[in-house]
């Protein structure tokens, strides 16, 4: 056997082998990967099912109060309604509060007894964000079938800049390969930055931004205004958080969300944040880790070549 064919042979062997260790590893990252995207869905739909109970909860027990302070509306009302005054009839919905399946079906149900019998049932009645858990669900849905379908890295933090700022007003991506910080995207600052090219922040200067990558977990504000990052500050305190999205054990940007001039957040929207940047951790570690496999993948054949063997032989 020739040395070419000597060394060939030994190309192929090693190629082999390699092709068999990623493939391997392809297999156990992939299985890994799997299960951790399956258990944020159920931890995501787990938390979204929790937040419908309470609300539901909360606007029965508010009706409850209600029909027991004014017996005589009751007395005209329909049987279910009626049943819902009782004491029975408030154990029985909340005993159905606790199982989703059963709650959708009683409510389907309600809701086509009243269009039967022209009730007219006035559940309280606050401000568009307070009762609008159903739309604050899809919102998120929809944002996680986004992130799922990204196929880049800048694709992923843009998805996650324009998903966030459906949910408060002001929001923006910090990449942490500073100092200093320097923008990815941002929306809702027109009135203090460009939003229309990246600035850059001096760690000094960045707040609670600096704390998320500091300690590489959820900062909020605490009402001091050093707390906001210099860009951001108004003439007034403001609710606001900076989300860390991490890779490797490291933070590579940081979503930083706050409520602007309306000062607080609507409820439940700082938990959708955090879900969509962790969903948005999740998305960046998959095509990372795609990307590494096709690099690791191509790199056995391009050895294996014959034009390589050629090349190595001649030397």
């Known amino acids: 056997m020739t040395l070419d064919d000597q060394?060939?042979?030994?190309?192929?062997?090693?190629?082999?082998?390699?092709?068999?260790?990623?493939?391997s590893y392809l297999e156990r990252a992939t299985k890994d990967l799997m299960l951790a995207l399956e258990a944020e869905r159920a931890r995501v739909l787990e938390q979204i099912t929790r937040d419908i109970r309470a609300e539901t909860e909360r606007e029965v027990s508010v009706h409850l109060r209600t029909l027991e302070n004014d017996e005589p509306i009751v007395t005209t009302k329909s049987a279910p309604v009626r049943a819902m005054a009782s004491g029975r009839?408030?154990?029985?919905?909340?005993?159905?509060?606790?199982?989703?399946?059963?709650?959708a079906a009683d409510l389907e149900g309600a809701h086509e007894a009243g269009h039967r019998e022209n009730i007219d049932v006035d559940f309280p009645r606050g401000k568009p964000e307070d009762i609008t858990t159903d739309a604050?669900?899809?919102?998120?849905?929809?944002?996680?079938?986004?992130?799922d379908h990204s196929g880049s890295l800048s694709e992923i933090l843009d998805i996650l800049v324009l998903r966030s700022a459906k949910e408060t007003p002001r929001v923006g991506i910090f990449l942490a390969s500073g100092p200093p910080l320097r923008s990815w995207r941002c929306k809702g600052f027109e009135l203090t930055v460009d939003e229309s090219k990246p600035f850059e922040l001096a760690a000094e200067e960045a707040g609670i931004i600096r704390d998320a990558i500091r300690t590489g977990a959820a900062a909020v504000s605490d009402g001091k205004p050093t707390s906001i990052p210099s860009f951001a500050r108004l003439a007034f305190s403001c609710e606001a958080l900076a989300l860390p999205l991490t890779m490797g054990g490291q933070v590579v940007a940081v979503l930083y969300a706050d409520a602007g001039v309306a000062g607080t957040m609507p409820p439940g929207r700082r938990a959708t944040l955090e879900i969509l940047a962790r969903h948005a951790t999740r998305s960046l570690q998959v095509v990372t880790a795609f990307r590494a496999a096709r690099l690791l993948t191509s790199t056995p054949d391009l050895l294996a070549s014959p034009a390589g063997v050629g090349a190595d032989s001649s030397r």
Do not use: C, F
């Open 7 to 23: 060394l060939r042979h030994t190309l192929d062997a090693l190629s082999e082998r390699l092709r068999g260790d990623v493939t």
């Open 89 to 103: 009839g408030g154990a029985a919905i909340h005993a159905r509060v606790a199982s989703p399946s059963g709650l």
């Open 136 to 147: 604050d669900s899809g919102r998120l849905l929809e944002g996680i079938r986004a992130l």
